[in-house]
């Protein structure tokens, strides 16, 4: 079944500057790896060198957090949507 996901601009230019990519897939585990080999320059931003997803990296299906679900097993149908959002950090505060 197709999935929508949603690429954050970061992450555009590795899937031909689409904003929304979709997959097939029963879990988010297989639409990202679905999503990591047809665009394969996404699998270092999103992937360590053991295969796990980034600590960094967060994945939604809907408005729910993978991580608090079944991770990449949870199921998904063509009537979800898959987001992909890096965590910003860094920066240096205002002093007041």
């Keep these: ?22 997959l097939e897939g029963t879990t988010v585990g297989e639409v990202m790896n679905h999503l990591t080999t047809t665009h394969s320059g996404l699998r270092k931003h999103l992937y360590s060198d053991d295969g796990k997803l980034r600590n960094f990296v967060n994945v939604y299906v809907n408005d729910e957090d993978i991580r608090y679900l079944q991770k990449e097993n949870t199921p998904v149908t063509e009537k979800d949507v898959i987001s992909i959002i890096p965590s910003i950090a860094g920066g240096k505060g205002e002093k007041t």
């Design 1 to 22: 079944m197709a999935v929508k996901v949603l690429i954050p601009t970061p992450l555009r230019s590795y899937t031909g500057k689409n904003d929304i990519v979709v």
